[in-house]
């Protein structure tokens, strides 16, 4: 699946509800706890232990729901995210080049 199909499935997800894009700011906010969960993961998977009863997550789960999210803010922005990834691989590609041998 390209980042633009995912765009599309998410649009099309989105555009089946009542509610539509969230605001950008909530769309932000949704992002970073997204991230968080998947800090958590990662944590416990190197090496934090769970409080007792707690799942530790599952990594592609949580993956799936920043790259979800993202997707949605990109889409409510009118952001291509093929095309920013391609940028962005560019700019690391030059900037980056000599920097880990």
Do not use: C
């Not at 906010?29 to 599952?58: F, M, N, S, T, W």
Request: overall charge negative; hydrophobic content about 40%; cysteine-free.
């Amino acid at each position: 699946m390209t980042l633009k199909e995912v765009q599309a499935e998410v649009d099309a997800w989105i555009q089946s509800s009542k509610t539509g894009y969230f605001p950008p700011l909530l769309q932000l906010a949704r992002l970073v706890e997204e991230v968080g969960e998947l800090a958590r993961v990662l944590a416990h998977r190197e090496g934090k232990r769970p409080k007792p009863g707690e799942d530790p997550g599952d990594l592609e789960e949580e993956l799936g729901d920043v790259l979800f999210v993202l997707a949605s803010l990109a889409n409510r922005e009118g952001v291509d995210l093929e095309a920013a990834f391609l940028r962005a691989m560019e700019k690391y590609r030059r900037r980056d080049r000599d920097r880990w041998g």
